[in-house]
């Protein structure tokens, strides 16, 4: 019995939650509880709508530009419609402005007495006015297939007002993808209204779009930068870069399809309602039949919401993966086309690429189904307004031109109840972009300028039982007891993977002890504030971290104000100046045109000279030497004894010609130091590992 469940066939929903679990894992390792409940789609909400108070002269500018037009179009725009059927086509003269609101009865008594030709070439006249400072849009957002409401839906039922609306509804063009969707969302520019206001409307959104993407971006990417170490290497780099550059615009979608389409739906409604019940009391029942869209449209959507939030964090980790798939393709080219390996990384990425589009069609898919769903219930509407308003016409009622003007704000109410509807499956969708950024904004970071501030350094470094268990459960060190002095020049060395490297990084604070402390004069740098820290301490990586800039630029890295004689001095001490000075732009030669061009050693010196060329306390180098020749090896490591006078200098190397005189040597195995001392002292150990290290060393020489 077991066994026959065990091979039961899964079900779709079973495959299709199964793969998009799997999507998360290989999009990021540490994101992988994406399926939220709703008190956290509530909170990234509020979270979102929080960044609103940083631009309030904007979002003042923007809503009372969304005033002025709603206020136009509901309380002016239908009613030339009106003057147009009843006493230009029916012919019917102008007795008095009965029928018409109060604030328009000028302008109507004026046309009293005048033709049919007459009153159109003033009604036009009355066009072009609206037309030159509104753009004359009659039906706003409520049409906008960005917002939920089906474009054919709304033009059918609107008898031509969306025609209108999309002359006037400036908007930039967008792709049909997640990415390039998302990215346009970061510069979007959204016009209410066309003429004079219209222009400005949309210089206002466009700006205030960019403004409130490019803090998000800014603090997403500022955050990143600042995760310790062991978080980073859990976080895949392609994942990273899609957060930043299309998640983060989900943050304008929110604040533009809840706080502003809010506003503009409540406002709308009020509006129409009152018109309606002011001017077409006759018919009570129409306002309450627009008044149920709402309901109806939340039966048909709702159910959709909790899907459309799913199938949109799949698409978006599938555009993820395909940005990893990238990244990690080019990060290992040389290896690729050294190995052979161009079709299986072609196929790799075709896959990827695959994987992303279904991912998108899926998420479209269900969009297409909730719309269709709502437009099936708003034009259900329609059907029953006409035929409840077309016997009130022709039992005299009401005029041809009061239709017109009715179904215009009948329109407006029923779409606008609709839109209503279609906010929180919208919601969702950018809910999930939302949620990416702010799981990787809430990651734990270094504590960069809380805690003590680090005077000058004038002992050195201490380490008392230290321990290091990295999150997957592994040990890099256990028991380390260190004293390290400014003055000094303390060599690590060992095998491969004996933690020398882990052992260093706790120096700056790159990775934190899980047992015992480590200090520096005495102050736990637990406590210290790590700024104040790495302002103190020179790290030269194993692995040549170089920015595409120019030489120059790249040696004071650390140092802006030094000048280009010191720049120089440490070049030459790092044995770096004679092949720089050959270029043909010397020292003003870009590295973001060269640095293929380089070889390994030469990028090292370039590290090197940068090292030295910081007034730090402590100066780190992993590996400083592998790609020296013996000359210049023997030229730094002089000018490293020079440094040391007044520094703390850490190498971490395998030549022993590079650490042979350093003050002290700790050799490391297993995580754990197993001797300390001299060159001279360590060798005269019989049978001690430095010993044996290097003598398998001169044997393999």
């Not at 997403?220 to 957060?243: C, E, F, H, N, W």
């Not at 009130?392 to 609709?418: E, H, K, Q």
């Not at 590295?591 to 000279?609: C, D």
């Amino acid at each position: 019995m077991s066994q026959a469940s065990s091979h039961a066939p899964r079900s779709w929903r079973t495959r299709l939650r199964e793969g998009e679990r799997e999507l998360d894992r290989s999009a990021s390792t540490l994101d992988t509880a994406t399926d939220i409940p709703f008190r956290e789609v509530l909170r990234i909400f509020w979270r979102a709508l929080s960044y609103m108070r940083l631009f309030k002269a904007r979002i003042a500018a923007k809503f009372s530009i969304v005033t002025a037009e709603m206020v136009f179009r509901l309380l002016v725009a239908p009613w030339p419609g009106k003057i147009v059927v009843d006493h230009v086509i029916l012919g019917m003269p102008i007795v008095d402005a009965a029928g018409f609101p109060s604030y328009l009865s000028p302008f109507v008594l004026f046309l009293a007495g005048k033709g049919p030709v007459e009153i159109m070439l003033w009604v036009l006249l009355l066009g072009v006015f609206m037309v030159t400072v509104f753009g004359f849009t009659t039906s706003r957002g409520t049409a906008r297939s960005a917002s939920g409401m089906p474009t054919g839906a709304s033009a059918a039922s609107s008898g031509g007002a969306t025609t209108l609306l999309q002359q006037g509804h400036g908007t930039l063009a967008q792709g049909h993808d997640t990415a390039t969707r998302t990215e346009n969302e970061a510069n979007r520019g959204s016009g209410l209204m066309g003429g004079i206001l219209g222009f400005l409307d949309f210089r206002v959104h466009l700006r205030l779009t960019q403004s409130v993407n490019h803090l998000l971006r800014t603090k997403l990417a500022g955050r990143i930068k600042r995760l310790p170490m062991t978080t980073l290497d859990d976080q895949r780099i392609g994942d990273s870069v899609y957060r930043v550059l299309y998640d983060t615009t989900s943050v304008s979608l929110v604040l533009y399809e809840v706080g502003l389409e809010f506003y503009s739906h409540s406002l709308g409604i009020t509006i129409s309602a009152m018109m309606m019940y002011t001017y077409f009391g006759d018919a009570p029942e129409v306002i309450l039949l627009a008044a149920l869209s709402l309901p109806i449209m939340l039966v048909f959507v709702v159910p959709f919401a909790r899907m459309a939030r799913r199938r949109s964090q799949a698409s978006r980790a599938s555009g993820a993966a395909t940005t990893s798939n990238i990244e990690e393709g080019m990060s290992n080219v040389l290896a690729v086309q050294s190995l052979g390996g161009n079709d299986r990384e072609g196929q790799r990425f075709r896959k990827a690429s695959e994987e992303s589009f279904r991912r998108f069609r899926i998420e479209s898919l269900l969009k297409l189904t909730y719309q269709q769903f709502g437009s099936l219930a708003f034009l259900l509407g329609q059907v029953l307004f006409f035929v409840v308003i077309s016997g009130r016409v022709i039992d005299g009622t009401f005029t041809a031109g009061d239709y017109f003007v009715l179904n215009y704000y009948f329109f407006v109410l029923s779409a606008t109840f609709s839109g209503a509807g279609f906010v929180y499956p919208v919601l969702q969708n950018n809910i999930a972009g939302l949620r990416r950024v702010f799981f990787l904004m809430d990651l734990p970071a270094e504590r960069t300028s809380e805690g003590v501030e680090l005077p000058r350094i004038t002992g050195g470094v201490e380490m008392k039982n230290v321990g290091l268990t990295y999150p997957d459960g592994r040990q890099a060190l256990r028991k380390i007891d260190l004293e390290a002095r400014i003055g000094e020049i303390v060599a690590f060395v060992g095998p491969t993977g004996a933690g020398k490297t882990s052992l260093a990084y706790m120096v700056p604070a790159f990775l934190q002890p899980t047992e015992g402390t480590v200090s520096i004069d005495g102050v736990d740098l637990k406590e210290v504030s790590v700024d104040s820290l790495r302002d103190q301490v020179s790290y030269v990586f194993q692995e040549t971290q170089l920015f595409s800039d120019s030489i120059l630029e790249n040696i004071r890295y650390g140092n802006r104000d030094a000048t280009e004689a010191e720049v120089e001095r440490v070049a030459r001490v790092a044995g770096a100046h004679d092949f720089i000075a050959a270029l043909p732009d010397g020292y003003r030669t870009n590295l973001g045109t060269v640095t293929s061009k380089l070889s390994v050693g030469q990028k090292q010196r370039i590290a090197i000279a940068r090292g030295l060329l910081r007034d730090a306390r402590i100066l780190i180098l992993d590996e400083p030497t592998s790609a020296l020749d013996p000359e210049t090896e023997a030229f730094l490591v002089d000018a490293l004894h020079e440094a040391a006078k007044d520094k703390l200098v850490i190498i971490i190397a395998h030549r022993l010609s590079t650490i042979a005189n350093a003050d002290r040597i700790c050799f490391l195995e297993d995580g754990a130091i197993r001797e300390q001392g001299t060159h001279e002292e360590l060798m005269a150990v019989r049978d001690g590992y430095y010993r044996r290290y290097a003598a398998l060393q001169a044997g393999a020489g």
